[in-house]
């Protein structure tokens, strides 16, 4: 596609489940970033790739968060044991290469909804 | 610490009506200042990126300007479908793997 295509674009789950969010970022882009925009707040950082290494996971809000990365594209981010508080939506953006001045280009975000 | 600050929060124009959005930020070693607008239910769309003082940018009715301490966002006689959400963003030494550290937006709204 032409754009970061984020799915499911909305998620309802009970407290408790697991639930993993997927990025699929723009073709031949090898960096990717993952937020989490929560009400109120600004874009929070969670992690990012460089191709398929996540080098710094220390955004993660908790150990129930994970991430990864396979064949330089499409990236999973899994939220285990969801709590209230990881409502939320979440963004990927993805940059054409690692480095400064590029600006990211974002997908419309999973609505992240814990009951 | 790397702070990122955005005002107003809200702002209420009238089509036609020209004003601006402020970003001011506290950063070490900035890379880069970027310009996003957001629609409800969606993702960020960029708009700018300005890196060093005294630079300017323009985009239709907008026009972002830096300082060493600030940027601003300038609406010239706006439209009702310039209403978004504007979010700040910077780009700095500290920042892991360039990412971005956003302000709390500015919800603008511009009425017929």
């Known amino acids: 596609g032409a754009g970061v295509s984020q799915s499911p674009s909305n998620k309802v789950t009970e407290k408790g489940k697991d639930v993993e969010l997927r990025c699929d970022p723009i073709s031949g882009h090898t960096a990717l970033y993952w937020y989490r925009q929560s009400l109120g707040q600004g874009l929070e950082f969670l992690i990012y790739f460089q191709g398929n290494s996540a080098p710094d996971k220390s955004g993660l809000p908790s150990d129930r968060f994970s991430a990864e990365r396979t064949g330089g594209s499409v990236s999973t981010l899994t939220i285990q044991r969801t709590q209230q508080e990881d409502s939320a939506v979440y963004l990927c953006a993805s940059t054409p290469s690692y480095g400064s001045n590029q600006p990211q280009h974002f997908g419309d975000g999973t609505r992240l909804s814990i009951l | 610490e790397d702070q990122v600050t955005q005002s107003p929060e809200a702002l209420r124009l009238q089509e036609g009506e020209s004003s601006s959005l402020n970003c001011s930020y506290t950063?070490?070693?900035?890379?880069?200042l970027f310009w996003y607008r957001q629609d409800p239910g969606k993702g960020p769309e960029f708009l700018f990126t300005l890196y060093s003082a005294g630079e300017e940018k323009e985009k239709e009715r907008l026009k972002a300007t830096l300082t060493k301490k600030e940027s601003f966002l300038h609406i010239t006689a706006p439209k009702p479908e310039d209403s978004a959400t504007y979010l700040c963003a910077v780009q700095a030494g500290s920042n892991s793997g360039y990412a971005l550290n956003f302000g709390k937006g500015t919800s603008l709204l511009v009425t017929p």
């Open positions: 950063v070490s070693g900035l890379r880069g």
